[in-house]
């Protein structure tokens, strides 16, 4: 089993900056794409930020140029990085990971989530 556990989350004003960290830990051979997504309440999960193995990013343009993922690979955790934080960008920041276990499966983890609060 493998899981992902975020930190970072919590109150920040509007303008204000945030951190977020998931390390992901158990049975890890390898680790694929990682990302970021979030759930606002009423509405759909969306992406906010994928990165492959070497780097490779995705970034819808609600949150582009002001979010940036990175990865640490040695630790295999994914950071994201937020700036110029939005009232809009309140919701639940999900990790996700593509991991491959020691058996060679592929499989798709989700973390528990973290609340991000975008408040004056």
């Known amino acids: 089993q493998v899981q992902l556990v975020e930190s970072g989350g919590g109150l920040v004003q509007p303008g204000g900056s945030l951190r977020l960290s998931c390390a992901a830990s158990?049975?890890?051979?390898?680790?694929?794409?990682m990302g970021w997504y979030r759930q606002a309440p009423g509405k759909q999960r969306e992406l906010v930020a994928q990165?492959?193995?070497?780097?490779?990013?995705n970034y819808p343009g609600s949150v582009r140029g002001r979010f940036t993922i990175s990865r640490d690979n040695a630790k295999n955790t994914v950071y994201l990085q937020m700036i110029s934080l939005k009232p809009e960008d309140t919701a639940v920041y999900y990790c996700?990971?593509?991991?491959?276990?020691?058996?060679?499966?592929?499989?798709?983890?989700w973390g528990q989530g973290t609340q991000v609060t975008v408040s004056s």
């Open positions: 996700n990971a593509d991991v491959v276990g020691p058996e060679g499966l592929l499989q798709n983890y």
């Open positions: 158990g049975s890890i051979f390898s680790i694929d794409t």
């Open positions: 990165i492959t193995t070497i780097g490779s990013t």
